[in-house]
């Protein structure tokens, strides 16, 4: 299994601002998935962070709204820019721990609560 | 295409009875199949999983979960609730061995266990 660190735990910004989320793993995993989640609603995928190439971003999210960054293979931030209080939500980092065998599951960090005022 | 249902938002039940949280699920080939548990400010945590093999699976606190490919459901189950499982759960599939290497997830079921 992987434990993941994420960071911060929660956070409260001004609409405008730009906030950068942590995810720390304590060992290298090859791929990495930024999640939203919604209050009452599932899981949303952003993006797959890929180690050394750019992130893979899923229908609806663009980079220049949520940069990601994977300098190594245990490591990634997201970025939620110029925020407005749609984006208010909690996004969650995850890890699968098996290489890109399907039957895998994911590791998840214990996610960030981001509340735009 | 892989999708997955979660028919019910909240299942109530009593300590001590049975519990049954509902997953249903379509894919073009083979399912793979997962159970995620959230609690309060906390990520999701991997309950149990089927891959192949028998079609009823056991996973973490207790917790199983029975295959029926015919009905493509993968429902979760206990067979006493505790207070402490009240959580939200989801199921997630992945289609094997083609389709997306991403996992669909349900909306998410609330299950609330009164002491």
């Known amino acids: 299994s992987a434990v993941i660190s994420q960071k911060p735990s929660r956070d409260i910004c001004q609409r405008g601002t730009s906030l950068t989320i942590q995810c720390q793993v304590d060992s290298q995993v090859t791929m990495m998935f930024w999640y939203r989640q919604q209050p009452g609603q599932s899981l949303t995928l952003i993006a797959t962070a890929n180690q050394g190439s750019e992130a893979t971003y899923e229908s609806g999210f663009v980079i220049d709204k949520f940069p990601i960054s994977r300098p190594n293979l245990t490591f990634s931030t997201l970025t939620v820019s110029n925020m407005s209080p749609e984006d208010s939500s909690i996004y969650l980092c995850?890890?699968?721990?098996?290489?890109f065998g399907k039957g895998t599951e994911a590791f998840f960090g214990q996610g960030t609560r981001l509340t735009v005022v | 295409a892989q999708s997955v249902a979660q028919p019910e938002d909240q299942v109530n039940v009593a300590e001590g009875n049975p519990l049954t949280v509902k997953c249903t699920y379509s894919v073009s080939g083979n399912p793979y199949l997962f159970w995620y548990v959230q609690y309060p400010n906390r990520g999701l945590q991997f309950l149990l999983k089927y891959i192949t093999g028998d079609n009823l699976v056991k996973g973490s606190y207790g917790f199983e979960a029975e295959f029926n490919k015919s009905q493509t459901s993968f429902h979760l189950k206990k067979p006493s609730a505790l207070v402490s499982d009240s959580a939200l759960y989801f199921c997630?599939?992945?289609?094997?061995?083609?389709?997306?290497?991403?996992?669909?997830f349900g909306r998410g079921t609330s299950l609330i266990v009164h002491p």
């Open positions: 997630a599939v992945r289609d094997a061995p083609g389709g997306s290497y991403i996992p669909t």
């Open positions: 995850s890890v699968e721990d098996g290489g």
